[in-house]
């Protein structure tokens, strides 16, 4: 009975021996669980294994505990790769010898950080600068005075020539800047400024229309006809953060630097352009006697730069303050 025994274990080894797969010396088995950075386990995770012996890696799909077992695997060298939609791929090395039952670490997933790239079309640029301008349009300083050009956005869409134009016409036309022509023209009639143009309701009326028309050609030419042909954007756009100095280099900058309507800075040919054609054309208007020259009219051109950056000075630290829609604006 005994040497039956031994003869069917022996028959047995000898069966086991004969298979390719199977070796008591030089296969293990290599097992282990998928889960996430919290422990909780993943099922239907690809986990690869690539064996020392180089052959094409085997594969398998953890279960509904995350887990996942190879067998028969040769002994030695090996790597484990876990990857599924959504996580980043993990890998797993170790060594196994002969024989032996590896319990691989537990593999934990994490989420792949999302990349999504957002294409807005022209529509919708356009319809983004439309809700822009809306705002902008409610801006005013001491709830009385215009502040049309100041786009406190963190994030401003640029101005299509049509909006440019509607703007233009919509500050040109506000009730406001009439009154305030007016004013200027009731100093100008009492200091007797541009005497050309005499005293009494006639000389109101000539400086009135002088101011006005200053207003109109500095307004349309800065504001629309060159912006729109340089593709420039003429708002100021509210910096609002950063140390004094910065803020202060930058509203003074932007006296002769302006965003294109790629968004990207550029000198301000249609400010500086503007300041000096404005300047040009009231000498069509101005009495004879208070007409510049070309060298006077580059003059006041640089000297409206200059004032540019003062006013823009105003704009980055006081107005916003002045202004009761723009507080609510939150700053970029």
Known sequence: ??????????????????????????????????????????????????????????????????????????????????????????????????GQTFDAPAIALSMATATTEVHVSAAQQEEIAEEQIHIEEKQRVLGVVPNFYVNYDKDPAPLT???????????????????????????????????????????????????????????????????????????????????VWQRARYAIATSVICKGDNMHWQFSYSGVLGAVAAGAISNLYYPSSDRAGVGLTFENAGIEIIEGGVQNLFQEFVVKKLTPSARKIGSP
């Open 161 to 243: 020539a049509r909006q440019k134009y509607s703007l233009a016409w919509k500050s040109e036309i506000d009730p406001v800047t009439l009154i305030l022509n007016g004013a200027f023209a009731g100093v100008e009639q009492a200091n007797n400024t541009l005497a050309g143009y005499g005293q009494g309701a006639q000389g109101y009326a000539k400086r009135f229309g002088a101011n006005y028309a200053d207003t109109v050609v500095s307004t349309e030419l800065g504001g629309a006809i060159l912006p729109s042909l340089f593709k420039q954007d003429p708002r100021y756009f509210y910096k609002g953060t950063g140390t």
């Open 1 to 98: 009975m005994l040497l039956l025994s031994c003869a069917v274990s022996a028959q047995t080894i000898a069966d086991k021996s004969a298979d390719p797969d199977f070796s008591l010396t030089s296969t293990g088995i290599i097992q282990g669980v998928v889960t996430g950075k919290d422990g909780e386990v993943y099922e239907g995770v690809r986990v690869a294994l690539v064996a020392a012996d180089a052959q094409p890696p085997r594969i398998q799909v953890t279960n509904g505990e995350g887990e996942f077992t190879f067998i028969n695997v040769p002994a030695g060298s090996f790597t484990l790769t876990a990857s599924s939609d959504g996580f980043l791929t993990q890998k797993l090395s170790g060594v196994l010898q002969p």
